[in-house]
């Protein structure tokens, strides 16, 4: 299977080493989160050490007991998932990101890199004050936020491998895309109403990865039985 071809790449002298540094603008020493304390939400992931591998429509995951201001996602494209499900728009996107201040399903910001059918890192707030479940906000709250320094961001293609890295420094993001700060701007007050973990998001794509975050001084803890 192609997923396990891409898990022994990723693992074979650690999860990072056909992956690109996180480089000079990473602010503090980031560390990968083990598989066992990161929490899927939504959809399904094949776990190998640290490195998740997901061929499906749609995959959501949070990293628990976790409040990072940064984060890191590494990479390995496949190609588009074997099952398609257009978003809730009716668009038919591929793209895999991140998901900042992640309280819950109603409220995050989101920094995806889009694959297709346009390609770019996009960065949007999901705003829902006292809603927290799918049932109550489904996909109303977005606010798609304009950057005051934007570059274009490497192309993806099938086999390529990527770095996205996201940091929150007080109102200010800051998104690195392979080592080019892609994307920068003002979050404003709608971002700062709630807070919680850093996570993953993968709509349509057949991919590896391994999320960062910054290193901790407490133990990890696995994700809760629901």
């Known amino acids: ?125 999901k705003s829902n004050p006292k809603k927290s479940t799918h049932g109550e906000c489904g996909a109303t709250g977005y606010i798609n936020e304009k950057p005051t320094v934007a570059r274009t961001a490497p192309p993806i293609a099938p086999g390529s491998t990527h770095v996205l890295h996201a940091v929150i420094d007080h109102s200010t993001l800051r998104v690195h895309a392979d080592g080019i700060l892609v994307w920068e701007g003002d979050l404003g007050d709608a971002a700062f109403a709630f807070d919680g973990p850093a996570g993953v998001r993968t709509d349509n794509v057949e991919t590896s990865f391994v999320l960062r975050v910054p290193q901790r001084g407490k133990p990890w803890r696995g994700c809760p039985l629901f």
């Open 1 to 125: 299977m192609r997923l396990g071809v891409l898990v022994d790449a990723l693992v074979v002298g650690g999860a990072i080493a056909l992956l690109a540094s996180s480089g000079p603008f990473a602010s503090t020493q980031l560390v990968d989160v083990p598989s066992v304390a990161l929490c899927v939400t939504s959809g399904h992931v094949a776990k190998q050490g640290n490195v998740l591998s997901i061929d499906d429509k749609s995959m959501r995951a949070v990293v628990n007991d976790d409040h990072s201001s940064e984060a890191e996602l590494q990479f390995r494209y496949a190609g588009p998932a074997k099952r398609l499900e257009p978003l809730a728009n009716g668009e038919l996107r591929m793209q895999i990101g991140l998901k900042l201040r992640a309280k819950d399903t109603c409220n995050v910001v989101y920094v995806m890199w889009h694959i297709a059918p346009d390609q770019g890192v996009a960065v949007s707030i």
